[in-house]
């Protein structure tokens, strides 16, 4: 688990194929790997890897075919900037939302504009992940839980501080980027638990029945 407070910017530093899929190395800049060991996980870009091999400044991750196909992974380039997370432990402060590292589905900017010192982004969703998401919800981007600022169909918008701005990959995006988009987990099992309830056969108590009983 995650909180979707990005703890620093990192680089892809090589992509090695393999068989299909990719085996990535992360230059991993300010973040603190002093108590990562092998097997931990590292969200990059909201992406929940496993460290396979780890050295002072980087770590080494596989990739699956299915994560590169359901993710902007795929798209990733030698010297691309990653956001980076390490995993949440049960002592520390949730300072996001809670984040599972799974991408839901893909979006991407429709609309950048300036708002006094902030940025405003609108951004196109998936349609069918669109109605988890709500106004003054949170979502995870990237790996950054953000907030909802209003909602028109599958679009959605968000208002980016400048602190945020400075200390993730948002400054490089752009009009046409493709993010990686996490609703909010309360939201999808809500909706699961909902559904379970409706799936239940109908009562075998009816009028008929508790005649026939005698009542």
């Keep these: 688990m995650f909180t979707g407070i990005i703890a620093a910017v990192g680089q892809v530093k090589t992509i090695e194929t393999k068989n299909g899929d990719w085996r990535l190395t992360v230059n991993t800049g300010l973040l603190d790997l002093t108590d990562v060991a092998l097997g931990d996980s590292i969200a990059t870009n909201g992406v929940c890897l496993t460290a396979v091999e780890l050295g002072t400044d980087y770590f080494v991750a596989d990739v699956s075919a299915e994560t ?16 980076l997370e390490k995993a949440l432990r049960l002592a520390d402060r949730l300072g996001g939302h809670l984040v599972s590292g799974h991408v839901d589905g893909v979006g991407e900017v429709v609309r950048i504009s300036q708002d006094a010192r902030s940025w405003r982004f609108l951004i196109s969703a998936p349609e069918a992940i669109a109605h988890y998401i709500a106004h003054k919800g949170s979502i995870c981007i990237n790996g950054i839980s953000l907030t909802v600022n209003s909602v028109q169909g599958h679009q959605f918008d968000i208002n980016i501080v400048p602190h945020t701005m400075e200390n993730t990959n948002i400054k490089t995006w752009q009009v046409g980027t493709r993010l990686n988009l996490e609703v909010d987990l309360l939201a999808r099992y809500l909706e699961r638990l909902l559904e ?5 056969a109908p009562s075998v108590i009816t009028a008929e029945f508790l005649a026939k009983n005698g009542y």
Excluded at 70 to 77: E, F, S, Y
Excluded at 196 to 200: E, H, L, M, P
Aim: aromatic share 0%.
């Design 196 to 200: 379970g309830k409706s799936a239940k």
């Design 68 to 83: 590169l196909t359901v993710t902007t992974l795929g798209a990733m380039k030698v010297g691309s900037q990653v956001n």
